[in-house]
């Protein structure tokens, strides 16, 4: 197994993020690295933190959750011009980004929002059930009066069709 130095491995992940996004089967092509080994170095540098979203393929919108929320807390503490050249780098707009912070920071006030629409649904649902608990209940006490009917007219015939035959 061939040993690569560290400055190619850094340029080689850095040709797959943004913005130049290149993809892993074309670095391959271009650098003779296998495959398995730019993926390999893709998935460390994803556990040290870096940021590539699908290998650098897809755009900043369609990245998922915790890559968008990487990327904030990234930013969290870079001043304006700290955070323009990140953006740069990563072929992002400042301005997707602070949708992203804006996102994130409302997260857990969605999360009361829902929690309290999800308990009044809850006592409605509750509210709902115990009432056709009760409707229930009172169809069946009158099937079983209506069955007792039935069954002592079906008795009452029988004693009257038997005394006829006295």
């Not at 797959?16 to 650098?31: C, G, Q, Y």
Request: proline share 2%; aromatic share 6%; glycine share 4%.
């Amino acid at each position: 197994m061939s040993k690569y130095s560290q400055e190619l491995k850094q340029t080689v992940l850095k040709r797959m993020m943004p913005p130049e996004s290149r993809s892993v089967a074309a670095l391959s092509k271009e650098t003779g690295i296998t495959e398995t080994t730019l993926y390999n170095w893709r998935k460390v540098a994803r556990r040290a933190g870096s940021v590539m979203p699908g290998g650098g393929q897809c755009k900043a919108e369609e990245w998922d959750s915790p890559v968008k929320f990487a990327v904030v807390l990234e930013t969290a503490s870079l001043s304006e011009e700290a955070l323009a050249a990140y953006c740069r780098s990563k072929g992002l707009y400042v301005e997707q980004v602070r949708v992203w912070r804006l996102a994130c920071e409302q997260a857990n006030a969605r999360r009361d929002v829902d929690a309290a629409a999800q308990a009044q649904r809850h006592k409605t649902d509750q509210r709902r059930i115990l009432e056709l608990e009760r409707e229930l209940h009172r169809k069946e006490k009158a099937l079983a009066e209506a069955a007792t009917l039935l069954v002592l007219a079906k008795k009452y015939r029988a004693l009257l069709l038997q005394d006829e035959d006295i």
